[in-house]
Each structure stands twice: as structure tokens, then as C-alpha cells.
Nanobody, 118 residues
Framework: QVQLVESGGGLVQAGGSLRLSCAAS????????MGWYRQAPGKQRELVAA???????NYADSVKGRFTISRDNAKNTMYLQMNSLKPEDTAVYYC????????????WGQGTQVTVSS
């Protein structure tokens, strides 16, 4: 069973940056489309960044130009570089295999909290 562990969240002022990491228990990044999802209080989980097994990336309009998804297959680790953060980016961030805009392929990890203050 694949396990996903997210880290790197924290409290940052608007305009700041954070880098999230996602460690997987198996070599899944090169065979599956992977993504970063987020869920803000009272809102549905949403997919904000994705990378196909071939390396093609896609971003939600709300983060395009500010967030960058990347991966290191050798380390079974995926990253999300978040720049120019806004208060509306505040959410719990999760990584997972992409099944749909709100659903993942594997069991969800604990996520990592990102809080952006204005």
C-alpha cells in the first residue's frame, strides 16, 4: 500500500514563499500522474498542480505562474514551490496520484497546513 507523507507547510506572510515536499513509500512518480491538492476550511478539496508520468505539468488558474510542481524520481519525492503566496492560498495541502479534480488514487496522507497572513 502506498503511503504519502507531506511536509514543509507553515505560516508565511502574503508575498512569501514555501516549498512543500511529498515522500512516497514506493516508486510511483514515474508511472502515475501525480498532483498537489488543497482543501481550505469549508471548501471542497481541489487539484492545484499536476505532473504526468512524462513530466507534463498543469496548474489551476488560481496558482498558475506562482506555483511550480517538480519531482525527484530517485528520491520518490515530489515538490511544490509556492511563490507570491496570497491569503486565499491558506489550506491543507495534500499530494496524491491524480484520479480526478477532487479525488486521489491512493489513501490520503495527513497533509501539511499552509497559512498565509495578510
Amino acid at each position: 500500500q502506498v503511503q504519502l507523507v507531506e511536509s514543509g507547510g507553515g505560516l508565511v506572510q502574503a508575498g512569501g514563499s514555501l516549498r512543500l515536499s511529498c515522500a512516497a513509500s514506493g516508486s510511483i512518480f514515474s508511472i502515475n500522474a501525480m498532483g498537489w491538492y488543497r482543501q481550505a476550511p469549508g471548501k471542497q478539496r481541489e487539484l492545484v498542480a499536476a505532473m504526468t508520468s512524462g513530466g507534463t505539468t498543469n496548474y489551476a488558474d488560481s496558482v498558475k505562474g506562482r506555483f511550480t510542481i517538480s519531482r525527484d524520481n530517485a528520491k520518490n519525492t515530489m515538490y511544490l514551490q509556492m511563490n507570491s503566496l496570497k491569503p486565499e492560498d491558506t489550506a491543507v495541502y495534500y499530494c496524491n496520484g491524480v484520479r480526478g479534480p477532487r479525488t486521489g488514487r491512493y489513501s490520503w496522507g495527513q497533509g501539511t497546513q499552509v497559512t498565509v497572513s495578510s
